[in-house]
């Protein structure tokens, strides 16, 4: 049973590392991904449930020790005397067997491999970098994740294409969207569109264009065939290809994107200098008793079932509450202090 329950947590660990690496990449918009978002979604669960498994399983010896400690004390055995023979009456080498488990499981270095030493440095850098990765991820997500209307939802289930369109007739409701300091960042207005191979007239409300549209002006929309009346979808600062493919851009053209791509390099960055510090400066001893303590196992356990708990709505399409909103908006923060806290520990 001890080694089951040695090799349950060793994959708990390889299994949850792997998909949370799987479901952050496909935050970053990696992969086409329909609403609601099932792939990050199910790859986040598969993460969350090794995590608290792992952390269970490591709870189990301490649990069944106390119990048999429990058992012995009843059975009226005295300190200092040998609990190896089998007891008399209440069956006492049942539980007393625990004893020599109690003795391995409590030595973090029985429970690795041959040359344990590097495997718990590369192990600890490896945790790290996937840190630093996760809570990226998690930041660029909250981010800039697209967030469209039921009419491009629409357009893209009914099998959305991106064309180049005329504007057939002079704009209107042309409104300028000015920033802070008056200057203008692009127009939206209501257009007609003549469509290639496809509707001679097409609307499209809520246009978004960088320049001030003109009759005769060409534009990309996003259309669909089999859906003519949900109209178009045109927004200059979004990359249509990939709405219609189901992905979005993790850093779009424009501020946003290079905030998102500067605060990912920044976090990247932040745990690639953590890595090594909590790697390499440790003794391998004290990074071993981290890997194997339930009680840091559980907190990080705790912690990324928060955070999935507050992305879970974002992922379905649903409306998050206050709650739920504070966890996934400040996961990436949560993520790095619960990793952070529990290994300054080896630093002692």
Same mark, same amino acid.
């Given at each position: 049973m001890r080694w089951v329950l040695v090799w349950a947590v060793r994959l708990c660990g390889l299994v949850g590392w792997v998909a949370t690496a799987v479901a952050c990449t496909w935050l970053l918009?990696?992969?086409?991904?329909p609403k609601p978002w099932e792939g990050p979604l199910v790859w986040g669960a598969v993460a969350v449930?090794?995590?608290?498994?792992?952390?269970?399983?490591l709870w189990v010896p301490r649990v069944v020790v106390g119990v048999a400690r429990r058992r012995r004390r009843r059975g009226g055995d005295s300190p200092g005397v040998s609990l190896s023979k089998e007891k008399?009456?209440?069956?006492?080498?049942?539980?007393?067997?625990?004893?020599?488990?109690?003795?391995?499981?409590?030595?973090?270095?029985?429970?690795?491999?041959?040359?344990?030493?590097?495997?718990?440095?590369?192990?600890?850098?490896?945790?790290?970098?996937?840190? =630093?990765?996760?809570?990226?991820?998690?930041? #660029?997500?909250?981010?800039? !994740?697209?967030?469209?209307?039921?009419?491009?939802? /629409?357009l893209r289930d009914a099998g959305a294409e991106v064309s180049v369109a005329t504007v057939m007739r002079a704009p209107e409701a042309v409104r =300028?969207?000015?920033?802070?300091?008056?200057? #203008?960042?692009?127009?939206? !207005?209501?257009?007609?569109?003549?469509?290639?191979? /496809?509707?001679?007239?097409?609307?499209?409300?809520?246009?978004?264009?960088?320049?001030?549209?003109?009759?005769?002006?060409?534009?990309?929309?996003l259309w669909a065939r089999s859906a003519q009346r949900l109209g178009g979808y045109v927004n200059e600062t979004q990359d249509l290809p990939a709405i219609a493919e189901r992905r979005w851009k993790a850093f779009p053209d424009g501020d946003l994107g290079s905030g998102a791509l500067v605060a990912f390099i920044v976090l990247m960055l932040f745990g690639g200098i953590l890595a090594p510090?909590?790697?390499?400066?440790?003794?391998?001893d004290d990074l071993q008793e981290v890997a194997w303590s339930p009680w840091v196992q559980t907190v990080r356990a705790a912690v990324a079932a928060a955070v999935f708990l507050g992305w879970r709505p974002l992922?379905?399409?649903?409306?998050p509450h206050l709650v739920e909103a504070l966890f996934a908006g400040g996961g990436f923060v949560l993520v790095f202090l619960a990793y952070f806290?529990?290994?300054?520990?080896?630093?002692?």
């Open positions: 918009g990696v992969a086409p991904t449930a090794c995590a608290v498994a792992r952390a269970l399983l008399q009456g209440d069956g006492g080498g049942r539980w007393d067997r625990w004893d020599d488990w109690e003795l391995d499981w409590g030595d973090p270095h029985d429970l690795s491999f041959h040359g344990w030493e590097v495997w718990a440095k590369l192990r600890t850098g490896a945790v790290w970098l996937l840190v =630093a990765f996760a809570s990226g991820a998690f930041f #660029v997500g909250i981010l800039t !994740s697209p967030d469209w209307d039921d009419r491009v939802e /629409g =300028a969207d000015v920033d802070d300091e008056d200057a #203008v960042q692009g127009y939206s !207005s209501r257009l007609v569109v003549s469509v290639p191979g /496809g509707p001679a007239r097409l609307t499209v409300k809520g246009a978004y264009t960088e320049e001030k549209p003109r009759e005769g002006a060409e534009v990309d929309v510090v909590f790697s390499l400066v440790p003794d391998a992922l379905l399409g649903e409306d806290l529990g290994s300054v520990r080896s630093l002692g």
